[in-house]
């Protein structure tokens, strides 16, 4: 006598077991990104500039965007006044992307990213504002960390659509360090 599973039964297993198909392949996808982030420190100081190029690993053109993250409130947020780090004049402008840069297969794109670039509706100084910058970063009781998000884009249908979002490593911003002031007092020395 042969015992077998109705075949009502083996029509849900068979869905689940696609699903598990897909669901790897999508996480593939998460898992290798299609570009890299090079060159990227461990630390910088609080308005240091930041240097480093993004990649094109994949077999295609890409169009990318690049912006700051920050650890908040134990959670990554945008920076305060974020903009598009390849187009800082994103910062200042909205932008309408006609005929955007596509990057060819394993060519590199160097971008920069000024913590203390002052927006144009901030009304305080330059120096002002990169003061606050700082004196926020002496001040904090845990280690400041910021990453880089990078928003990968492939032309479909003349269209721009998302594919997918890569992360650098994580850098911590620390505070400039003071010159050391000479001890006033008591001086063994002779005059």
């Keep these: 006598m042969k015992i077998g599973f109705p075949r009502i039964l083996w029509l849900p297993l068979a869905f689940q077991f696609l699903a598990l198909g897909l669901s790897s392949k999508s996480q593939e996808n998460l898992q290798q990104p299609d570009v890299e982030i090079e060159g990227l420190h461990h630390e910088y100081p609080s308005c240091g500039l930041v240097e480093f190029s993004v990649r094109n690993i994949s077999s295609q053109r890409v169009h990318v965007e690049v912006y700051a993250e920050e650890f908040k409130s134990n959670e990554w947020t945008y ?5 598009d780090l390849t187009d800082p004049r994103s910062l ?20 920069k990213y000024d913590r203390c670039l002052k927006p144009s ?17 002496k001040k904090a009781t845990s280690p400041v960390l910021q990453r880089l998000r990078v928003d990968v884009y492939i032309l479909d249908q003349g269209h721009l659509k998302r594919l997918q979002q890569a992360r650098s490593q994580v850098f911590e911003r620390v505070p400039d360090k003071q010159p050391e002031q000479p001890k006033r007092g008591n001086s063994s020395s002779p005059d």
């Excluded at 200042?92 to 971008?111: A, C, E, F, H, W």
């Excluded at 990169?130 to 970063?137: F, G, L, N, P, T």
């Design 92 to 111: 200042y402008i909205k932008r309408v992307m006609v005929n955007p840069d596509m990057m060819q297969t394993g060519s590199s794109l160097n971008v």
């Design 121 to 137: 509706f901030v009304k305080e100084t330059k120096g002002a504002f990169a003061h606050a910058i700082k004196e926020r970063d």
């Design 79 to 83: 920076v305060d006044s974020t903009y």
